[in-house]
């Protein structure tokens, strides 16, 4: 008897033999029947994706003019990013981020800003390392940390106000794992922060510069919604201009995919003053380079200092708008929510619609949004949340007027339950 063959996958991606989690499914749902005020007023609304929506208009006019193509970028090039992309994004980041003059050999450009990190996790850190990572986090940070540098994410939950974590946080955590043999390595930061939409101030960066430096820590800050800083208070403070030189030990992260609305055109950069890393990550972004014709559009885009001025100002009036329309919503229903600065979202406390304060309460809320208001939602629990009731709205990924129609939607949605289980109670 001919014996059978069992279908199986090498060790190191057997980790990642699992379904994906119902939130991401019900985006996938959701692309499938988006909702139009004309064509389709009936579908999903999905304020789940980290996307913005609102300016395409501008930047896809921009790219029509970005696309005259010379014959060499149909062939191979520096598989770190072509030296003309480079420059650009020197003179960008040191216009807009760092304030003081970049090197163009510490600029690697890959395949995201997901992808960046996971080279930097394989560059910096031995398999079964710990990262600290924050809490609440955006959920992505897990798979990049895990998929394939197999590092371990070491989960900090916050003491502070409005769920933000104080050096004696990381503090605690780095003793707890030290002392139960847990290698940690490295720190993980987002700022702007996702779900939170806070910006770190300059004696913060410093002081945790400080730490990690007593403590032998890599620190890697991604700053992917850097210039998407919608408050009119406020303005974003780069770890590259707060530190003088990074240092073999500070690393930067950035993407065209949140700044400049192009999520699909994957094209994330590095930025590292570590020699040795150099040396390595020369290597690595064969496996996920950025392809010559968006290196080549992208390089237009930032040549033109005009237009990138203009659209950096319009987009975060978009964005400023659109975030208070969100407010006055949420406002208008009672719901609390923490004050965002930046980046796309809105960390809101929808508590009083549950049945109780419980994760289990927290996914039936999240479930009855999808299913009879077809707004889609990032329940907290995801996040890593330290208390139940949470969500994550990004409020960048529709319009406005989408916004409107998904709140009316939620009220609805909550009043037409709260009056079956008044029904239910008689």
Not at 38 to 52: D, K, L, M, S, T
Request: hydrophobic share 40%; charged share 25%.
């Amino acid at each position: 008897m001919e014996k059978q063959q069992v279908s199986k996958v090498s060790s190191r991606v057997e980790h990642l033999l699992q379904p994906f989690s119902p939130h991401l499914e019900a985006s996938f749902a959701a692309w499938k029947d988006p909702f139009d005020p004309v064509h389709n007023p009936n579908g999903y609304i999905n304020f789940a994706v980290a996307e913005n929506k609102l300016s395409l208009d501008l930047l896809l006019e921009k790219l029509k003019h970005c696309r005259n193509i010379p014959p060499s970028v149909l062939g191979y090039d520096d598989m770190r990013g072509n030296e003309s992309f480079r420059k650009e994004i020197a003179k960008f980041l040191e216009t807009y981020f760092f304030h003081r003059s970049v090197d163009v050999d510490g600029i690697f450009c890959c395949a995201g800003a997901g992808c960046a990190l996971d080279l930097l996790f394989q560059c910096l850190l031995e398999q079964g390392d710990g990262v600290l990572l924050p809490a609440p986090y955006y959920p992505g940070f897990i798979h990049d940390i895990e998929a394939r540098a197999r590092c371990r994410p070491i989960i900090v939950e916050p003491t502070g106000q409005h769920f933000r974590f104080q050096l004696q946080d990381l503090e605690k955590k780095l003793v707890e794992c030290r002392h139960s043999g847990q290698s940690v390595k490295a720190l993980l930061l987002c700022s702007p922060n996702n779900p939170l939409g806070f910006m770190f101030t300059r004696e913060e960066l410093e002081n945790i510069v400080s730490w990690t430096r007593q403590n032998g820590l890599q620190l890697i800050v991604d700053e992917i919604y850097g210039l998407s800083v919608f408050s009119k208070s406020s303005k974003l403070v780069s770890i590259g201009s707060v530190l003088d030189e990074l240092g073999d030990d500070v690393h930067f992260v950035w993407s065209f995919s949140k700044d400049f609305c192009m999520s699909g055109l994957r094209a994330g950069v590095i930025y590292t003053e570590n020699r040795v890393a150099r040396n390595a990550l020369r290597f690595l972004p064969y496996f996920c380079g950025v392809s010559g014709d968006t290196q080549f559009a992208l390089t237009q885009l930032l040549s033109d200092s005009e237009f990138v001025q203009n659209f950096i100002r319009e987009n975060t009036q978009r964005l400023y708008e659109t975030y208070s329309v969100h407010c006055s919503c949420l406002d208008k229903l009672g719901i609390s929510y923490v004050p965002s600065e930046a980046g796309f979202f809105i960390w809101m406390n929808l508590n009083p619609w549950m049945a109780s304060h419980t994760w289990e309460s927290e996914r039936e809320l999240w479930r009855r949004l999808l299913d009879k208001a077809k707004v889609v939602l990032t329940p907290g629990e995801v996040c890593h949340s330290t208390e139940p009731g949470w969500f994550r709205c990004c409020f960048s990924a529709a319009s406005s007027e989408a916004a409107k129609v998904a709140w009316k939607r939620v009220e609805q949605c909550i009043v037409h339950h709260q009056e079956e289980n008044r029904k239910r109670e008689k």
